[in-house]
């Protein structure tokens, strides 16, 4: 046995004596050790990682501390949304940050951005009512958060009551540990941000108080009423109800401001108390906020401006390609282990077959790698200098790893070749297959808590799992036999599973992976679809015509995503498929939220620019009154609203010969302000 399986043989021995402990500690609320031997096991294991970076792969420390239990805490509704936010990586990414803002709200000026630091931390978010702190909550999913109210009291600076507060407000905020206070906890944790995040989940809130906690407010949920003027009243207001606020947050208008205020914070962050990993950029007038309202997924009014990412050298020892869930063949780099940012990497992304011609990387080289906004880390460039002689370009393949032939597609709109090389043969190429499980099963589409990327992996290996109806169909009894597995971890998995049958429409459609059909058109379609039964005429070739005909009618369905679906439901595999799994759910209808106003029930299309406002702010408006907003003239148009700057003619002479309503950009105001 050389030194290295010996070396991994007493790792995995300690990670099953680690899990062990935390399972009677956390689950069974029983410990079979005392603090101190099991702190002293977690030492002698992170020591073991640091000396040995390789046993990393087997087991990642990470997911060992703690211990993240869907039936831990209650889990509540956040009565706004708790959105993340989109991420600016340069200048060109804030440029078009606030190009996109002036563009919504047709405006001209430039819009004055509150700059807020961004904590490393847990968000939460406390709600007030008559100005007691009634409960607190975890982020979770955006959507639910966990009732964590016994341990957010611990912290000494949450207040616990707010003085002439409205009667019912939400605030917002980032639990964090100070680096200083950290340095005490660092053989107990990999990082602060674990040490919060571990710390908030404890069943037993005396222990959550022994960690120091902190906090800083940086915004609000639900609000009864509106007090604030903008953002950095709002920020005011919070700091004179006691909350912390950070001191380096300001108000900026230019891209130059961004960019000095970018330089002088990144410089700054060694030297500060806290963890960031960049700066939020939110537009400071409120009004502007609503108006600018949201996507999905994130606010079109803040995004997060990343600082720069530690950056680190490295060899590259192969170069393997990865089939994604869409087809898309993406080259990695197999590198010799390197810690970034306090992370160690051994894999790096090449992007596509353009990049790697374009930066000649070659097996062998010596590499410049960074971790892309701190998450995914990257090649950024090649020390020619270093290279071997006998080095040779690297070819990249044709085939995927199926054996199938790839193609580069032209698009639709652009009538550009794409970059990517794609299988395009769906769920008969099994690389194809075992990634379409992993976007099933994760948070935004059927969000199976304990079915995870490597455990689909395992699966798919055991041959436990090979299609999405198969997951309906575990059979608990073999999972019993592997390591790793216990009563408690298959319960919670079997209802996790049993939970995630009942989905509604529009994120089932999400979820089956159609390419080019993210959450904003999967809920387009299942507006348009509104069942199942429905939904499920695109099985029928005949059918399936006649709707495609009709998709090209969606505002925000255009010929790509129609040519998308035609390709999708084409296929007789990926239809068989996803008729088994339509089988073993219970596909719920597709509820809209019923808004009642001038437009209610009425199809409205937009043509031309208008002189207040922007078309997709005029659309906005119109579904916020009610309306369905069309993509094209057609019977079933109720009103054609014709801008007084550059409307098409076409529309407007085909809206005629339909008998269709027209309104004129002077109507639709004089309606609006009724």
């Not at 100005?131 to 207040?159: A, H, Q």
């Not at 530690?310 to 080259?331: E, F, H, L």
Request: net charge positive; hydrophobic share 35%; with cysteine.
């Amino acid at each position: 046995m050389t030194d290295q399986e010996k070396v991994k043989k007493l790792y995995t021995k300690k990670v099953e004596k680690l899990l062990k402990l935390n399972k009677a500690y956390f689950e069974k609320d029983s410990p079979i050790a005392t603090d101190s031997e099991f702190d002293e096991l977690k030492k002698e294991l992170l020591t073991l990682v640091k000396e040995n970076p390789f046993l990393k792969k087997i087991k990642n420390l990470d997911s060992l501390v703690g211990h993240k239990s869907s039936t831990k805490f209650e889990k509540i509704k956040h009565a706004r949304p708790m959105l993340s936010l989109g991420n600016a990586f340069d200048r060109e990414d804030m440029i078009d940050f606030q190009k996109k803002i002036k563009i919504f709200l047709n405006i001209t000026s430039e819009v004055e951005l509150s700059s807020e630091p961004k904590i490393d931390g847990i968000s939460a978010s406390l709600r007030y009512e008559k100005g007691n702190l009634t409960y607190g909550l975890s982020r979770g999913d955006g959507l639910f958060g966990e009732n964590i109210t016994e341990n957010l009291v611990t912290i000494n600076e949450i207040p616990k009551k707010l003085v002439n507060a409205p009667e019912v407000i939400e605030v917002r905020g980032e639990v964090y540990i100070a680096k200083k206070d950290f340095e005490k906890l660092k053989d107990k944790f990999a990082n602060p941000r674990n040490a919060a995040g571990g710390s908030l989940r404890q069943k037993d809130s005396k222990e959550t108080r022994k960690i120091p906690l902190r906090f800083f407010a940086y915004g609000i949920g639900e609000v009864s009423s509106q007090i604030f003027k903008n953002q950095t009243d709002l920020l005011k207001k919070l700091e004179n109800w006691k909350f912390p606020i950070n001191s380096h947050c300001k108000t900026i208008k230019s891209i130059d401001e961004i960019e000095k205020n970018h330089e002088e914070l990144e410089s700054l962050r060694s030297s500060l108390d806290y963890d960031l990993d960049g700066i939020v950029y939110k537009v400071n007038n409120l009004h502007f906020q609503e108006r600018l309202g949201s996507t999905s997924n994130s606010p079109r009014w803040a995004i997060a401006y990343k600082f720069s990412s530690v950056k680190a050298s490295s060899k590259i020892k192969d170069i393997a390609i990865q089939v994604g869930r869409t087809g898309a063949i993406t080259p990695v780099a197999k590198i010799d282990p390197v810690t970034v940012g306090g992370v160690v990497i051994s894999n790096a992304t090449l992007h596509n077959e353009d990049e790697i011609n374009r930066k000649d990387i070659r097996v062998g080289d010596v590499v410049t790698i960074q971790r892309a906004g701190d998450v995914i880390p990257q090649v950024v460039s090649v020390d020619k200098s270093k290279r071997n002689e006998n080095s040779k370009k690297f070819i990249f393949p044709n085939k995927c790893l199926c054996g199938f032939l790839t193609k580069k597609e032209v698009s639709l709109t652009t009538k550009k070749t794409d970059a990517v090389r794609r299988c395009t043969r769906g769920y008969e190429c099994n690389f194809t297959a075992r990634e379409k499980l992993k976007h099933i099963v994760s948070k935004d589409a059927f969000d199976i808590e304990g079915l995870g990327k490597k455990v689909i992996d395992n699966f798919w290996e055991l041959k436990f799992i090979r299609t999405p109806a198969d997951i309906f169909r575990l059979n608990y009894g073999q999972i019993e036999k592997l390591e790793g597995w216990g009563k408690l971890s298959i319960q919670n998995l079997q209802k996790a599973i049993k939970d995630s049958k009942g989905i509604v429409l529009d994120r089932f459609i999400y979820s089956i992976g159609i390419r080019h059909i993210g959450q904003e058109n999967a809920k387009i379609l299942g507006a348009f679809f509104k069942t199942n039964k429905k939904f499920s005429k695109l099985f029928n070739s005949k059918k399936r015509k006649d709707i495609l005909k009709n998709l090209h009618d969606l505002d925000g369905i255009g010929d790509t995503q129609v040519k998308s679906i035609e390709d999708f439901f084409s296929n007789e595999k990926n239809s068989n498929i996803i008729q088994s799994l339509i089988a073993v759910l219970n596909i719920g209808d597709f509820k809209k939220i019923s808004k009642k106003g001038k437009f209610s029930n009425k199809n409205i299309m937009f043509t031309g620019g208008f002189e207040k406002m922007s078309r997709s702010e005029a659309k906005a408006l119109a579904e916020e009154n009610g309306a369905k907003i069309l993509g094209s003239v057609s019977k079933k148009l109720d009103y054609l609203v014709i801008g007084n700057s550059k409307p098409t003619k076409k529309k407007i002479e085909k809206a005629k010969k339909l008998k269709i309503d027209l309104m004129t950009e002077e109507k639709w105001y004089d309606l609006l302000n009724r």
